[in-house]
């Protein structure tokens, strides 16, 4: 170390040492925690909650897709979603709690800052008053000032690189030391989530696998519960079934013991059903109006006197046969309102009324045709009433099934008549309700098929063509001509000869060689007015 003794070499010594101040006077040190481990935890914490929301939508998405064996019931997904937001909360404490700790270490930093500002402050204070010493003794020691521009000051530099040195071992020790502690509070908070996480998971998984085996037991014993109860059902059905299938035989057995042709009456299997048929109708609505039928003859009186009205009222005109109509529907009508025994009494007895007028049809066909005009009209109304009055004349007449009873003797009169109204009634236009003219058609068939070739059968037969036969024709054609060759080749031909039953041969063969059935029938035509009314029943 050199000294000079000149004045001018202690000023420059002094502005060294200031310079070397200057030059060497430091910022304050402040300590933070750093932005790359900050960021670094952030990171690892975001990490951490979204490769869990990741790997819960993952596991929905296989649940979803078959990747797990089918969708996820909802409680399941319920418990799911809260553990999703369970593990989004715990990131968000440890968010939280980072930065209280973060907080907390920059206070202390802070106040290690205070400190060392303050053993800085003390060590320039300290190197001052050396510098002054030195000066002091430099200035003894030389007596005089000296011009020294290059007076080193070799002591003082190397005080001030010692105590920089010193000062930067320090800062580097805390800093080192601070960082050090800061990983390691990091590093533990780190594990100590983590663990917190597993544990967590390992939870749910627990809680979550204990549910799936409580819901597969239930589902299980459900489904025991449902199979019995399927057995039950199917055991009851077929109980049931064999039950109503004993019934349905039953029932066959019994409506083919009545569809059955009796011994020594001579028709069709299929005739015998459809007299069971209209019989059924029939009895179902006398069943209903049985009381009625009991009481006294003044009470029924009553009711009928407005259906004998009409009926005997009818005349061949069209008029006529839409007024009497009319009437019969509205009394029935009425009826049907006051109760259904009082409108199944009405309905029985107006069919009974009607088919007592047969007899006297055979010699006036045109009032057998307005009375199925009137009868059609009621039956578009109640349409059992058509089946009452076909019952009815098959009680009257049983040719109007077509059956022959064994000893059958009945009057051509009765026979002529009954069969021409069921004859007008089977020529009428097919209605949706009832096909007239396959009616006719199946009587036909089953007449020549089943009954014998007598007096009764051929008048009945000869009745029947002379109205219906036009009908028949016009329907079928080529078929219905084939029918009416059968009718003399087969069925006239059979006929014994006698002078009453060759008066029916001859207008059986006449009807059919002369191709009659081509023309509309006789008394067919109906006027739209009668003043003469001179034709009643």
């Known amino acids: ?151 080193p000051l070799s002591p003082v530099h190397a005080l001030g690189s010692s105590l920089q040195a010193v000062k930067e071992e320090i800062h ?17 908070q780190v594990e100590e989530q983590r663990r917190k996480l597993e544990l967590e998971t390992q939870r749910a998984q627990a809680a979550a696998l204990k549910e799936q085996q409580k819901q597969a037991a239930e589902q299980q014993k459900q489904a025991a519960a449902m199979k019995q109860l399927e057995k039950a059902k199917a055991d009851a059905a077929a109980k049931v079934k064999s039950e109503a299938a004993a019934l349905k035989k039953k029932k066959e057995e019994e409506e083919a013991a009545k569809e059955a042709v009796p011994s020594g009456v001579r028709m069709s299997p299929s005739a015998a059903k459809w007299e069971n048929s209209c019989a059924k109708v029939y009895d179902q609505h006398r069943g209903y109006a049985s009381e009625i039928f009991k009481a006294s003859k003044l009470e029924r009186l009553k009711l009928e006197k407005p259906i004998k009205k009409a009926v005997n009222q009818l005349s061949c005109s069209k008029q006529q046969i839409r007024f009497v109509g009319q009437q019969m529907i509205q009394h029935l009508s009425q009826q049907h309102t006051q109760g259904k025994h009082f409108y199944s009494y009405c309905l029985v007895r107006l069919g009974d009324l009607i088919a007592q007028q047969g007899p006297g049809l055979g010699a006036s066909k045109q009032l057998a045709f307005a009375y199925a005009e009137v009868s059609c009209m009621v039956a578009s109304a109640f349409k059992d009433f058509i089946y009452v009055l076909i019952s009815s004349l098959q009680k009257a007449c049983p040719l109007v099934v077509p059956k022959f009873p064994k000893g059958y003797r009945g009057l051509p009169n009765e026979i002529k008549g009954h069969v021409s109204l069921y004859a007008a009634l089977c020529q009428l236009s097919p209605q949706q309700w009832f096909p007239f003219t396959e009616h006719a058609w199946s009587y036909l068939a089953r007449f020549l098929n089943a009954l014998p070739a007598n007096e009764q059968t051929a008048i009945a037969l000869d009745s029947f063509l002379q109205i219906a036969g036009h009908a028949l024709f016009v329907a079928f054609r080529r078929q219905q001509v084939k029918v009416f060759r059968y009718v003399t080749d087969e069925f006239v031909a059979a006929l014994k000869e006698g002078d009453d039953i060759d008066a029916v041969k001859s207008r059986l063969e006449t009807y059919v060689k002369s191709e009659l059935f081509r023309q509309e029938p006789e008394g067919s035509y109906i006027p739209e007015t009668d003043d003469s009314q001179h034709i009643r029943c």
Do not use: C
């Open 172 to 188: 580097k020790a805390k800093h080192q030391k601070l960082m050090e502690e800061a990983k390691q509070e990091a590093a533990r």
């Open 1 to 151: 170390m050199r000294f000079s003794a000149a004045e001018e070499d202690l000023d420059a010594a002094t502005q060294n040492v200031l310079d070397f101040e200057k030059l060497h006077k430091r910022q304050p040190f402040v300590f933070t925690i750093g932005s790359e481990e900050n960021e670094e935890r952030r990171s690892k914490s975001q990490l951490a909650s979204s490769s869990s929301a990741t790997s819960l939508r993952e596991r929905d998405s296989n649940k979803g897709t078959g990747g797990g064996g089918g969708m996820i019931d909802k409680r399941t997904f319920e418990k799911e979603l809260e553990y999703d937001d369970h593990v989004r909360q715990m990131s968000a404490a440890a968010w939280v709690d980072s930065n209280t700790r973060r907080e907390k270490l920059n206070r202390e930093l802070k106040e290690v800052y205070l400190e060392e500002n303050q053993d800085l402050k003390s060590s320039i204070f300290s190197v001052l008053e050396q510098k002054a010493t030195y000066q002091q003794e430099i200035k003894n020691f030389v007596g005089e000032k000296r011009k020294s521009p290059l007076s």
